[in-house]
């Protein structure tokens, strides 16, 4: 896992600018804290930060290799799962390598397969891989956009990074919004367009393209994309399938040459990824797995039961350790350093985000990082097996609109009121959704649920999934720790995508395949505990903090979040704590003190960034 940086102009010599991309290179050290690196050349200059993982000696970047009297050097970021593979093949083909790395393999798969490497390549990646003869520059992104990439172009200038914040520090780049990002950032945020950002004219290599820039400019190819065809196979052969899937998915991604441990909440996702983890290790001779779960302070006094939260995890939790006899660390975050951390999280993903779902995150993986470099989540198994309540809820299939954020009435009311005159985010919200949904091939023999259910497991795949990850990403490379999401491997997405619903949401249940299948793994209490999201604070003291902090932003009118919000509906908000805004902000978890927490995120971004306002 590492940061990557770059900016190429092929047209002109850009040899003198080594300042720029070391001051680029700098700001994502988070990313990447064990080693720098840099390239220069006459048309480019790459630089990266590196978290080692695997190979530290031989997997230093950037990295070039010189093949037929030509020069490719790469800059690469992620993890190669299908790596030993890919580097026998190219070794059948006259290949050598130095070390075991998987940038090594990459480069070399490059210069043998060429732009086709991406087909070949299993794994969370983000690269950029210079032909120094062509003059030529590719970017690669992975099949989900597990891992970022970030671009603009400026003056025959393409530059890119990791994160924006990098971008934002070559000369020239400003800052800015426009009535698309104030529709990002309010319509259908903390989630966002594939291939967009809020600030103008930065963009992201989209999930599953890849892109080339040269003499004749910038163009981006998709290489990957979900196909819908009958599914064949009975349930005993699906079954058979959707557990070799999940185990291959899951041992490839426990390779490592420094510890690993595993995320435990206690749901259904995590345990299967322990139960997969514990067992592997013992088959190996190795020491139990290190667990952690996030608490929160005097949680267990203040729990409030909810349709979206039944029930507490600690139970659960407990059931697990003593079942695979994992060696376990409970993080409590408490109350301050929560709404502290608003801040670090929104910077770590340069915009507002999922409040103190964010923050949470990221206090949690800092104190995970104490103990290992890679941690390994149950992250994305909702969106792949049916898991989410807007599978079942005719409100939310009914709804015409992205089903995590349908309040959008009371999200045009929160804008200001001169803007709101001037953007409507219920053309932008519906223009997404309808053209995104306008990609979901629907099959003859679909059943009327299945077809149903394509939609919205579409929508949720590409949008709701791609929030969960992007702050996955964020909140970890932050604190410098590689998270891992097996259940997101793509020949899971691939088989899943086609499982007629009946199967999936078998006996009526949310991933109800998925618990079947596991039913012989994990303990009875597990299989059927309904499912319960991210855990998050129920303590008061967390309400009183974020209002206080949002009162003490309202009582300054100078404020720059009322440049772009309605001040009074906000002063509304806090009267009621939160409830003026009658449904979650985004998803099931951002409720009245998170929407609070969101606008001071807002705040502390407009304060941060300063992002012109262009309207």
């Not at 749901?267 to 952690?292: C, H, Q």
Request: aromatic share 12%; with cysteine; charged share 25%.
């Amino acid at each position: 896992m590492c940061g990557i940086v770059g900016f190429t102009n092929v047209k002109r010599k850009i040899n003198y600018e080594h300042n720029i991309i070391e001051n680029m290179t700098s700001i994502l050290s988070n990313r990447g804290p064990d080693e720098k690196g840099f390239f220069y050349d006459d048309y480019i200059h790459l630089g990266h930060r590196r978290l080692t993982i695997i190979d530290a000696e031989n997997g230093k970047q950037p990295m070039t290799n010189t093949f037929n009297e030509n020069n490719y050097t790469i800059c690469y970021n992620g993890q190669i799962y299908n790596c030993d593979e890919i580097r026998k093949d190219l070794i059948d083909k006259g290949f050598d390598f130095t070390g075991y790395c998987d940038t090594e393999v990459i480069l070399k798969g490059f210069i043998y397969y060429g732009y086709n490497i991406v087909n070949k390549l299993n794994g969370i990646f983000s690269f950029a891989i210079w032909n120094q003869n062509k003059k030529e520059l590719f970017l690669a992104r992975d099949h989900f956009g597990i891992k970022p990439l970030y671009y603009t172009i400026i003056d025959d200038t393409l530059i890119f990074a990791s994160e924006i914040k990098a971008i934002l520090k070559y000369p020239n780049v400003v800052p800015k919004i426009n009535s698309e990002g104030i529709c990002e950032l309010f319509g259908v945020g903390p989630a966002h367009t594939p291939g967009f950002s809020v600030f103008k004219d930065i963009y992201e290599i989209k999930p599953a393209h890849f892109a080339i820039f040269n003499i004749n400019g910038f163009k981006t190819y998709k290489y990957w994309e979900l196909k819908s065809k009958p599914h064949t196979d009975n349930f005993n052969k699906t079954c058979e399938t959707v557990n070799h899937l999940l185990d291959d998915a899951i041992s490839r991604q426990l390779v490592s040459d420094v510890p690993v441990c595993d995320m435990l909440s206690g749901g259904l996702d995590s345990s299967i990824i322990v139960a997969y983890t514990s067992n592997y290790r013992k088959e190996a001779g190795l020491s139990p797995i290190d667990t952690f779960s996030v608490d929160y302070v005097d949680n267990d006094k203040n729990f409030v039961k909810s349709d979206f939260q039944p029930n507490s995890d600690n139970y659960y939790i407990d059931l697990m350790v003593k079942e695979f006899n994992t060696n376990h660390h409970s993080i409590v975050i408490d109350t301050p350093e929560l709404a502290k951390a608003l801040e670090d999280a929104m910077i770590a993903r340069d915009f507002p985000g999922m409040a103190d779902v964010d923050s949470s995150m990221l206090l949690f993986c800092k104190n995970i990082k104490k103990y290992a470099s890679v941690t390994v989540s149950g992250e994305c198994s909702d969106e792949i097996f049916g898991g989410y309540p807007w599978f079942f809820r005719e409100d939310a299939l009914k709804s015409n609109t992205f089903p995590w954020s349908i309040g959008l009435k009371d999200r045009q009311d929160l804008l200001n009121k001169d803007i709101s005159k001037k953007i409507d985010l219920l053309d932008y919200v519906d223009y997404r959704y309808k053209d995104s949904i306008s990609e979901v091939e629907i099959l003859d023999c679909d059943s009327k649920e299945t077809a149903e259910k394509r939609i919205i497991s579409y929508l949720t795949l590409n949008w709701f999934m791609q929030t969960l990850l992007d702050r996955s990403d964020r909140m970890s490379m932050y604190n410098g720790l590689e998270l891992r999401v097996p259940f997101c491997d793509y020949r899971l997405v691939e088989y899943m995508w086609n499982v007629p619903w009946e199967i999936k949401a078998l006996n009526g249940r949310e991933k109800g395949l998925l618990r079947y299948v596991v039913k012989d793994l994990l303990p009875k209490e597990i299989v059927d505990r309904k499912k319960s999201p991210y855990p998050k604070t129920h303590n008061p003291t967390y309400l009183k903090a974020v209002k206080d902090m949002l009162s003490k932003i309202m009582e300054n009118k100078d404020a720059p979040i009322n440049n772009l919000l309605n001040r009074e509906y906000i002063l509304d908000i806090l009267k009621t704590n939160g409830e003026a805004f009658k449904r979650p902000w985004f998803g099931q978890l951002m409720t009245g003190p998170q929407l609070m927490a969101y606008l001071c995120q807002v705040n502390m971004w407009l304060e941060k960034y300063q992002p012109k306002i262009e309207i």
